[in-house]
């Protein structure tokens, strides 16, 4: 599985430096500093990499338009390896915030606790979005400094505006066994009045893609997977939804559930993040 994400510039720069920085470090204490990271095998540095393949300036060059957006696509690998760069990073700004607080006389002069307290506030910020194992603390202060930048009395210096939700590639490989084999057990019947719904203009059609009619069951798990950052699953079984709710399985001790009346399936994994497959894709569910 991929995760997506929209970018601007700014925040573009700033997990490139983070990400070089750290990798510099690493290979500074191996005793390998004349080699640049990017010179490195992909493997030992993921992020990095993959985040550096889809830098769209030409080499030497500044952004145009730091605010622009950028949409880029990172492997399991790479978020593993940014997660763990964005978490070792908030940990070196704080130890050196704690030494300045110790001798606060020779820092002052270029004001880096300043400049540390920002730097770690964007950490904060990026570690959020990328969903890092914060502990209760940092995770409230990341809360907060998201707060603040919806509403938009902060700044910053990154926009991170739409992260795809992670969920790891075991469950959503299990997710789709599940549904895979509910599919190939469905009547016929049934799927084609799912594909002739879809097939109706006059039918909501959130995604704006057009109607596939070779689309088939196969495909449809293949390419149609939706991984929604919300409602949760409490907002889905209601009404008629939740009396033609079939319970297919657990994933990681979670439900997956087929939707008659729909003609949907959705899990929500334990991180808050769903799955869902819609027969009638790309139309909205009937009831919906």
Known sequence: MTARCTLNGHGFQFLFDALLNNAYAKLKRQKKKAIHPLLCPSEKFPGLHELSAQDPRPAGTF?????????????????????SVLLEEMQRARQILRECENHPQPWKVFNIPEALNAQLEE??????????????????????????????????????????????????????ELVTRHLQALPTERWNELRAYAADSNNPNDILEAFDPDLTPERLVNECILEVSGPLMSDYLKGNYETSADKLGEVE???????????????????????QVDITFPATPPGW
């Open 63 to 83: 952004f145009a338009d730091a605010n622009a957006y950028l949409d880029l696509e990172f492997s399991d690998d790479a978020i593993a390896s940014i997660q």
């Open 123 to 176: 950490l904060l910020y990026f570690a959020r979005w990328f969903q890092c194992d914060l502990n209760p603390e940092d995770d409230a202060l990341a809360q907060q400094v998201m707060e603040r930048r919806i509403q938009g009395n902060v700044p910053g210096c990154s926009d991170l505006t739409t992260t795809v939700p992670l969920i790891p590639k075991v469950a959503s490989e299990s997710f789709e």
């Open 253 to 275: 001790g979670k439900p997956v559930y087929y939707i008659n009346a729909g003609g949907f399936y959705i899990y929500e994994h334990p991180n808050g993040h769903c799955l």
